[in-house]
């Protein structure tokens, strides 16, 4: 009788010690304390779309979630797309709240860059993705190395025409240096290339019916010109989207950014080539940099290159496996 | 309260233990709830209280904003202490807001104050610069423009307090719903975790009283049995083996001692009883032994009289004497010979009454021829005590020892008293009495002559004596009753013997 006096006792004090255990870690569990003295990071993307920005979008909250106990980020989007006012509005309102870094596109119009600079003055990490502002003092930039990226989209369009085209290029909107610089890079090989030749720029202001209004404008008035690059995501997407390739007007057609539709667009043969952005790591490496600058004080670098490649319909099965 | 007592396991701490489980339980139970409901309400009130104070310190912000407008649309002066109080009232409470956030952080909480405290720095430089617009007596269009920059920048501020409310309202709406849920489930997992502790613990409660009192009854089965078994049969080698650790354990050792006591105790008197069995089975030997050995005297003494020569020839003599004529003598001889065959005869047998008075006769006879008038028999006979059986030889012997010892020195008027006296009628007994008129005895010579025939140490001289006394012995036991007594005038020699007809 004492043995079970003694096996009782101890199976009340373990049963007793475990409804103290699991009390004490469900209430911890539904306490959910977060770290004091977060890192407030504010993101401010120019719209929401499904490929490129959602890329960036979801390789920040990667970030996010590896440094979850130091890092706090908050996404910001435009009612309207790319809408300058809008944005220029929210870095406004980040600044107000005096949070400790902005993630950004550059855009160099005046008001958006002296709302960043109101806010770099503040003490504020600016830190721009995907384009850059050169004239913006000393920040952080991560993307793509945008002229590098033209030179590769120019070689592979040698390749795909053989040397010979006429050729319109389809840009976002005026006053992105990213695109500024992909259009450099992609007219330097026109000395390499002389027969191909770069007849028209146009802007599609990120917008789809404005990409087919372009696309029909330029067929219309430039009916020889036989090759469309596309040195923007939203120009690809439509394309791939809309059209079949016993549709399209031109010969060759080449894109920015993989996203469903650039896929699409390349499996159907609208598409010859996307050169790709890794726009996950642009969204993560851009946290981990400000984390970085918060522990010691300086980035890795001023100016953080991603990779790019470049797609064809040969790799595109390999891509897709990659994935 | 001695160290045993606290130490040793007993029924009252068994049953103590229970209510102490019971009781143990209980209060887990009860521990239980009222953490959950201190959580639970502190759960609610951190979610209210968070909101209500950001409602406060809204309602603060726009009384500072309040009293901005009046300072700028009316430039009144004296709104300046208003305003600088309504700031001061608001950053503590924007402070108070902050130091909550280290510990329960919110990000929109954290962005909304912050954007306060933008919107304070604002019109803290508006109000400084409009004080100092109203006091300067030149008042240039320059300063105005300024006032006018830095009063729609404070303006733009307080839009986003309103946007950032709005958001933190719509978030801590969210959290407070999470909160409620969070706190559904807690409640949920709480009351299973009660009901699932309630019912361990009751099935713990239930086993352990079980125990218990299965201890109990089982423990006073095993003694009611042991019990009833040594009533069966106390020498039954039995046991009760309990190792209860109480104080029926105790009661088990007790009773097993008891038990041990009472059966050493049978086994003992047991033995005794066999020891004086075995003794009186000895004495009894020994008293046949020690007959035999009188039988074997006597037997010796009667074969020195040689009686069947002595009985032939006394025949023969008195068929001489018939012969011759002479009837006297011839009478004699025939009392002689009667004598003797009796003698002969009876050896070793029971004879009746009649036959050893008749033999006394006949003796007495012969010494009648012998003595004539020197002695005088008289016999006083019951007649019912004639057929009664006594040892053979009894009376004779007592007759010669008073005319051999007590009257041999008498000349004359020598008499022998001859009894035989029934004392009572039915089982009563016989009185045998030879009395002589002779020289008798001294007290200390019958004291002596006693001793020596309860002694068995007689001299040769009182061997008739003995010889009777233990004859009589060996046929009545105990029952005999041997008296010398000393008379007047003479000695008489008494034996009580029990009436009984058949002998023994």
Redesign the interface.
Known sequence: MENMNKKIQCIALVIMCLSILYFGVHMESVEKMKEKNMIRVSVVLPHSDDGYWSNIEKGILEGEADYSDRVDVQIHIPQLNYNIDQMVELIKRQTAAKVDAIIVQGNENKEYVDALIGARNQGIQIVLVDTDILIFPPHLYVGTNNYEAGVLMGEKLAEITGGEAKVAVLSGEAGYANLQERCQGLAAISEKYPLIEFIRLDYDNYDGLTVMNKYNEIHGENPEIDTLVCVEGTGGQTLGAVFKEEQSEYQNIVVFDITEETQKGLKNGIVDGIVSQDTNQMGYQAIKEIVKYMDEGKYSNNCIYTKTGWIASETIEEEEAYE | MNRDTVFK?SVTR?YT?GYI?LS??AA?LLM?SF??NS?ISS?YKRATDELLELNELYVDVEMVNNRVNIGYLYLRNNVYEDYLRECEKTRILIQKVKEEQ????T?EV???V??M???LEKTDQLMKKLQDYIISTQKSSMEYQEIESDYRDAQ??LK?IS??FQEVYGVKLVTVQQ?QR??QI?QE??TI?QVS?LI??CL?CL??CS??IH?VTFSLGKLTDAVKNIEKDVYQKIHVDIN???EFEDFANALNRMIDVIQNQMYKIEENANIKEKLAVAEIENLRIYGELQKSRLTLLQSRINPHFLFNTLNMISSMAHIENAEKSAELMEITATYLRYNLDNLSKSVTLKQEIDNVKNYVYIQQYRFEERYQFFFEIDDECEKCNIPFMILQPLVENSLKHGLSMRLSGGRVWVRVLLLRKGNGKIRLEVEDNGMGMTESEIVSMKREIANNTMQSEHIGIRNIYMRLKLFYGELVDFDIIRMKEGLKIGITVPLNKGGK
Do not use: M, P, Q, W
């Open positions: 396991s068994k233990i489980l143990v339980i887990i239980i953490c959950a959580f759960s280290k510990k329960n952080y990000r954290i962005d909304t912050c954007t405290e933008t919107y733009e501020v986003y946007i950032n909160t969070n706190i807690l997992k709480i975790l502790l361990l613990g713990a086993y352990y125990k218990v201890g209860s650790n109480d």
